[in-house]
């Protein structure tokens, strides 16, 4: 496929994300140190995963105010269901936004978003 524009690139990560088979992370366990300190577990991820979220960081779709471009129709329940009822593009790239920093919030957000095909349909609406 050759890549015409800032979508294509990721628009190519569709059958990465419709593959069930994929694990795309486990986590490392927490580890207690002969002193007594704990290291926290933390996700590893699938280096696919990774080369996803890298893509849409270059891609230059990113949407500076996400936050205030899904206040009020943000629906944490059923992201599925918010997405399939989106109908502008700057709406789609804030929620695709919003779950690609969500990581920085709270360790396990990209493992979410994959796992529960959230990044999936958002890859699918912006195809659309």
Request: proline share 2%; hydrophobic share 40%.
């Amino acid at each position: 496929m050759v890549v015409n524009s800032q979508y294509d690139t990721l628009i190519q990560f569709i059958d990465y994300f419709q593959n069930e088979t994929i694990v795309y992370c486990t986590w490392q366990p927490t580890v207690k140190s002969e002193s007594g300190t704990y290291t926290l577990g933390y996700p590893i991820y699938d280096d696919r995963l990774l080369m996803f979220i890298k893509a849409v960081n270059d891609s230059g779709i990113t949407v500076q105010d996400y936050r205030s471009k899904l206040n009020g129709i943000f629906d944490k329940k059923e992201p599925i269901k918010m997405i399939d009822n989106m109908n502008d593009l700057i709406t789609v790239k804030a929620m695709l936004t919003y779950y690609v920093r969500a990581e920085r919030f709270g360790d396990g957000s990209w493992a979410f978003a994959a796992e529960n095909m959230v990044f999936l349909r958002i890859l699918i609406k912006l195809k659309e």
